[in-house]
C-alpha cells in the first residue's frame, strides 16, 4: 500500500501528474507499488525484464553495460529522488539498446508497473513526454561517462574516481578491493593495482588488504 | 523560398504536423528555408551556435565528440531523409552535452531555425516530445557507437568500418588516406596503417597510394 509520504512523492517527482485525469491518476496509483531490493540484486538485463519505472527513495543503483566477455562499464549512478527511465525500455518506441541495472545497496523504491505506465503513455502525451525527457537527461550523462572513458587518461579517471568515493563515504579510507575499483572503472585489476602502487609511492595514498586511504587528496585533485 | 517537394518533405517527415493549428503551420513555415553546407564545412561546434533542426534532402553529416587534444571519435552520421536534432539542442532543456557537426559530403538540406522551433516547443508539446523521441534514437545510436568502441577490439572495427564504406559506394575500391580512416574509428594513423598491412598480409585487401581495394569481402566479414 501506498503511504502519503509515496503519494507526497509520486506528485512532487511526476511532472506529469497535473496532466492527469481522476482516471489516469487512479490507474497509476494502482499500477504502483512499494519495492525493495538488495545490495548486489540484479534489477534489469538485456531484454529479458521491462520492470517498469523506478523512483528511488533511498539506496543507490548503478546502470551499466557488459561486452561478452563481461567487461563492465558503468554509466551512470540514480541515488534517492532520481528516476530510473531505461528500466522501462520496452515502453519507448525510440530506445532499441538496453542496459543493465543492478541495485547498489540496498534501495527503497517505488515501482510504477510497466503496464501501468505503458497505458497511461499511450493515452496521455505528458506522461509520453516525461519519460522521453528523462531519457535524454541521461543521454546526457552517458555523454559524459563517454567522454570521461575514451579521452582522460587512466590516472586521472583513477583519481576522480578515489576522490568521488571519499567524498561519498564522508571518509578518507575506502573499503574496496581492486577487482571492484577496475569492474566501475571498466578496466583490469592489475591496470588498478598497478596505478595505486605508483599512487602510494607518490604519496597520494596508503594501501592495506582491503583499504585505501587517500593522505593527499590534494595531490589527487592536482591529477 | 520552399517548393512543393520542400512542403511534402516537411509533412511526411514531422510528425507533429497534424498537431499544429494554422497559426502555428505559418509560423513553421516561415522559419524554414532550404541551405546548402559544403564539404568538410562546420555546422555546429560546442555551444557557440544553436542553428536548429536540419532535415536532410542530399548528402551526409557527421556527428562527433573531441578530446581536449583534438582526438575525434564518431558518434553517428545522418543521411537523406534524417533530422539532426542535436544541433537545436539549445532548445531542448534537458540536454545539456554537447557535440560537433560537420557537412561530410556536400548537403541540401531545410533548416528550421532555433527561434522558431524554440516558439513552437513552447506552446505545442507534440512539437517537444517530437524534439525528444528523435533524441532518443540518437542515443540508441551513441550507445551502438560506444559499444564498438568499448568491447569490440580494432581488427573487427576496422573490418566492419571498410566493409560499411565499400557498401555504401557500392565498390571495392575505398578512395581514402590511413588518416581519414583513423579520424572516424578514434584511433591513430600508425595504427590504422599497421593494421592495413597486415589485413594485405592476410590477403584480405590490396594497398596502393590513397586507396584500399577489398578482395576477400568473405575473410574480412569473418573477422
Known amino acids: 500500500m501506498l503511504r502519503e509520504e509515496d503519494l507526497s512523492l509520486l506528485r512532487s517527482r511526476l511532472s506529469f501528474w497535473e496532466h492527469l485525469n481522476e482516471g489516469e491518476r487512479e490507474l497509476l496509483l494502482n499500477g504502483t507499488s512499494p519495492a525493495h531490493f538488495s545490495a548486489?540484486?540484479?534489477?534489469?538485463?538485456?531484454?529479458?525484464?521491462?520492470?517498469?519505472?523506478?523512483l528511488v527513495k533511498s539506496g543507490s543503483i548503478r546502470i551499466y553495460i557488459t561486452s561478452e566477455e563481461g567487461r563492465e562499464v558503468t554509466l551512470y549512478r540514480l541515488e534517492a529522488g532520481d528516476i530510473c527511465v531505461l528500466s522501462a525500455s520496452c515502453v519507448m518506441s525510440s530506445i532499441?539498446?538496453?542496459?543493465?541495472?543492478d541495485a547498489e545497496t540496498d534501495c527503497e523504491v517505488l515501482q510504477?508497473?510497466?503496464a501501468c505506465f505503458s497505458r497511461l503513455s499511450a493515452g496521455n502525451v505528458y506522461v509520453e513526454l516525461f519519460s522521453y525527457k528523462l531519457a535524454a537527461e541521461r543521454f546526457s550523462d552517458v555523454m559524459w561517462a563517454m567522454q570521461q572513458i575514451l579521452f582522460t587518461s587512466f590516472d586521472r579517471r583513477l583519481a576522480a574516481f578515489l576522490l568521488e568515493e571519499s567524498a561519498k563515504s564522508q571518509s578518507a579510507v575506502l573499503h574496496?578491493?581492486?577487482?571492484?575499483?577496475?569492474?566501475y572503472l571498466g578496466s583490469a585489476r592489475e591496470v588498478v593495482s598497478r596505478m595505486l602502487s605508483y599512487f602510494a609511492k607518490e604519496g597520494y595514498v596508503t594501501l592495506a588488504r582491503g583499504s585505501i586511504t587517500i593522505v593527499d587528496a590534494e595531490g589527487l585533485r592536482r591529477l
Chains 1, 2 share one sequence.
Do not use: N, P, W, Y
Open 40 to 54: 548486489g540484486q540484479s534489477l534489469h538485463c538485456g531484454e529479458r525484464d521491462c520492470i517498469g519505472i523506478l
Open 96 to 101: 532499441d539498446f538496453d542496459v543493465s541495472i
Open 112 to 114: 510504477i508497473s510497466a
Open 176 to 183: 574496496m578491493t581492486h577487482e571492484q575499483i577496475a569492474k
